[in-house]
């Protein structure tokens, strides 16, 4: 399943962290990116309220926008967005969204100048800490003042107050691939549509001839909050789940 016969393991070095991202995030999306689009076309009516909430001539950034899904949500507001597959890229620039190739640790625009960010199930994909702060510090440096975004992550948690999302399958068994050696942080392989059993994670993706492994992290309660915390300029507005997603949505302050 994995392009390396070793076993993968959490990152210890920033070299790591960017190898195993590479790996396991943007060569996959790349060699996946029409399958994936496939499956992703309808867009999240909370997601759809934020940039509803924009006034009319707003400047929005798609942080990992995908496929384009939530570019062309409204047509009085300029929706602009970046991401680091260049086949989804592609496909965004067939349906005449505008688009830029961006990591999204070090996007290439000026400080303060959108109105709006939207990072959608992007964050996950990152494999440290430290890495998940540069990401988020990033999205407040090109917000105006005053200006919100909304991130949203996979949460660890997929049952909240006794209701499962319909991310996990009914009376579906949880089964490893592999337990995760304590000695070593080796990275199991998930079972999908299955409680998460640890916070970092592969998740197989089905190809027409083989299956390939993306990285996850995904989130506790108040990880995020917890992050965003070290950041000054950030006003939490608001943190909710939504089907197995922790949400927040933030302010930059002067």
């Known amino acids: 399943m994995s392009s390396s016969s070793r076993p993968l393991t959490l990152p210890k070095s920033e070299l790591d962290a960017c190898q195993l991202e590479q790996e396991h995030v943007h060569k996959v999306y790349n060699e996946i990116a029409h399958n994936f689009s496939n499956t992703r076309y309808k867009p999240w009516p909370r997601v759809v309220d934020f940039l509803c909430s924009f006034s009319n001539g707003s400047l929005i950034l798609d942080v990992g926008c995908g496929n384009g899904k939530y570019m062309n949500i409204r047509n009085d507001i ?19 969204f505008e688009v830029f190739l961006s990591d999204c640790m070090n996007i290439p625009v000026p400080t303060n100048m959108f109105d709006g960010v ?49 991310y996990i399958t009914k009376n579906a068994k949880t089964c490893p691939i592999h337990t995760k050696n304590e000695t070593t942080n080796e990275l199991i392989i998930h079972t999908p549509r299955t409680e998460f059993q640890q916070p970092d994670c592969l998740v197989p993706w089905a190809k027409p001839t083989e299956k390939v492994l993306r990285y996850y992290h995904v989130f506790i309660k108040n990880e995020l909050e917890h992050i965003l915390n070290h950041i000054s300029q950030v006003k939490i507005i608001n943190s909710y789940n939504d089907d197995g997603n922790w949400c927040i949505i933030f302010m930059k302050i002067a």
């Open 78 to 96: 300029m929706m602009i967005g970046c991401d680091r597959s260049e086949g989804l890229l592609k496909i965004c620039r067939d349906r005449y």
């Open 118 to 166: 939207i990072c959608i199930a992007v964050l996950h994909h990152i494999s440290t800490e430290a890495r998940r702060l540069l990401a988020l510090k990033e999205i407040v440096r090109i917000l105006k003042p005053g200006g919100q975004a909304l991130v949203t992550v996979w949460a660890k948690e997929q049952e909240i107050d006794n209701k499962k999302s319909t």
